[in-house]
Nanobody, 116 residues
Framework: QVSLVESGGGLVQPGSSLSLSCAASGLTVFTFSISSMTWYRQAPGEQRRLIAR???????SYAGSVKGRFVISRENTKKTLYLQLNKLQPEDTAVYFC???????WGRGTQVTVSS
């Protein structure tokens, strides 16, 4: 019954920043707080790929393509996951999804388009 709703995407120019949010419901704050949370993205014609992960203790990891530019964070009391996207480039254009271990399907995601 876990529901994840992504938001914050949009159309921006290269070099710009965006802040994405993922609001979770259908689970307790405790369950959210002890879970790893992840961000994925999927460009047209490509496979959905893991780009960032945050553990219950706030340990983070990133795909090489976004490391140093994106920052994943969480606010457990609000059951919300965040992704700060910086220095965006056209190759970052994709639909961005969040995920929880108990999710049974993907949400709608939020579209990020980087273009001059």
């Amino acid at each position: 019954q876990v529901s994840l709703v992504e938001s914050g995407g949009g159309l921006v120019q290269p070099g710009s920043s965006l802040s994405l949010s993922c609001a979770a419901s259908g689970l307790t704050v405790f369950t959210f707080s002890i879970s790893s949370m992840t961000w994925y993205r999927q460009a047209p014609g490509e496979q959905r790929r893991l780009i960032a992960r945050i553990e219950h203790d706030n340990t983070t990891s990133y795909a090489g393509s976004v490391k140093g530019r994106f920052v994943i964070s969480r606010e457990n009391t609000k059951k919300t996951l965040y992704l700060q996207l910086n220095k965006l480039q056209p190759e970052d254009t994709a639909v961005y999804f969040c995920n929880h271990p108990s999710s049974v399907s993907w949400g709608r995601g939020t579209q990020v388009t980087v273009s001059s």
